[in-house]
């Protein structure tokens, strides 16, 4: 299973969240890549948390995105930064960016978990996730870190005047 994820590197966080089925050129946000969610226990952690399917604290979070190296945004970043994907012990970067995964994997009623700070490259602390062997696209490793606030990491939104978001209660 994998969560897509998108980023937005506007300004100002935008109010909206990602929409699957608005042209790209009309959107802050974009997809940018995947979080191979067997690959990923420590961002898979901090998205259990959110979701209550696991206890602790939330700290913050590191991983991995697997990235469309087609993406013209990920293009952009590998190129001006070659070491983010180089493995151990490659610096990070000081870009930031808003993240928003798409828990439902894709399903009809989307929900996101919304970084509620900008996440930024990290320096690699471990190596990173190989792609699988039977993926048809080509795709690099980008390391991330999430920081918190207050202890939150992130935020579940959800579409307005979906169904999920007329039966929640403001998660």
């Known amino acids: ?35 191979d969610t067997q690959a990923e226990s420590a961002l898979m952690q901090a998205i259990q948390r959110k979701l209550g399917i696991r206890a602790g604290n939330q700290a913050g979070a590191r991983g991995y995105v697997t990235a469309f190296t ?39 009623q989307p929900s996101y978990l919304m970084c509620v700070q900008r996440a930024q490259f990290s320096g690699n602390t471990r190596r990173p996730p190989q792609p ?16 918190s606030r207050d202890g939150v990491v992130f935020e579940l939104r959800r579409p307005e005047g979906s169904m999920l978001s007329r039966l929640s209660d403001g998660d």
């Open 70 to 108: 087609d993406h013209p945004w990920v293009h952009q970043v590998v190129t001006a930064n070659p070491s983010l994907t180089t493995g151990f012990g490659a610096r990070g970067s000081d870009q930031k960016f808003w993240l928003a995964i798409d828990v439902t994997a894709g399903g009809i």
């Open 132 to 147: 699988h062997p039977g993926l048809s696209m080509s795709t690099c490793s980008l390391p991330i870190q999430i920081r």
């Open 1 to 35: 299973m994998s969560f897509s994820v998108w980023i937005s590197t506007a300004d100002v966080m935008p109010g909206s969240i990602p929409d699957r089925d608005l042209d790209p050129e009309g959107s802050p946000w974009q997809e940018i890549g995947f979080i």
